[in-house]
C-alpha cells in the first residue's frame, strides 16, 4: 500500500511564501500523475495543481502565476512552492497520486494544514 506524507505546512501572512512537500513510499515513477488539492471550511476539494508521468503540469487558475508543482523522482517527493499567498489560500492541503491503467489506483495523503493570515 503507497503512503503519502505531505509536511511544509503552517501559518503565514499574506504575501508570503510556503513549500509543501509530499513524499511517497514507493517510486512516484510508478504513477500517472501526481496533484495537490485543497479544502477550505465549509467548501469542496479542489485542484490546485497537476504534474503528469511526462512531466506536463496543470494549474487551477487560481494557483497560475503563483504556485509551482515540481517533482524529484529521485526522492519520490513531489513539491507545491505557493508564492503571494492570500487569505483565499487557507486551506487544508492533499497530495494525491493515481494510476490509471488498466487498474485504477488513487493514493490521498493526510493533509497539512496552510493558513494565511491578513
Known amino acids: 500500500q503507497v503512503q503519502l506524507v505531505e509536511s511544509g505546512g503552517g501559518l503565514v501572512q499574506a504575501g508570503g511564501s510556503l513549500r509543501l512537500s509530499c513524499v511517497a513510499s514507493?517510486?512516484?515513477?510508478?504513477?500517472?500523475?501526481m496533484d495537490w488539492y485543497r479544502q477550505a471550511p465549509g467548501k469542496q476539494r479542489e485542484l490546485v495543481a497537476e504534474?503528469?508521468?511526462?512531466?506536463?503540469?496543470n494549474y487551477a487558475d487560481s494557483a497560475k502565476g503563483r504556485f509551482i508543482i515540481s517533482r524529484d523522482t529521485a526522492k519520490n517527493t513531489v513539491y507545491l512552492q505557493m508564492n503571494s499567498l492570500n487569505p483565499e489560500d487557507t486551506a487544508v492541503y492533499y497530495c494525491?497520486?493515481?494510476?490509471?491503467?488498466?487498474?485504477?489506483?488513487?493514493?490521498w495523503g493526510q493533509g497539512t494544514q496552510v493558513t494565511v493570515s491578513s
Open positions: 494525491h497520486a493515481y494510476v490509471r491503467a488498466y487498474l485504477i489506483y488513487d493514493y
Open positions: 514507493g517510486s512516484i515513477r510508478s504513477f500517472n500523475g
Open positions: 504534474i503528469t508521468s511526462g512531466g506536463t503540469t
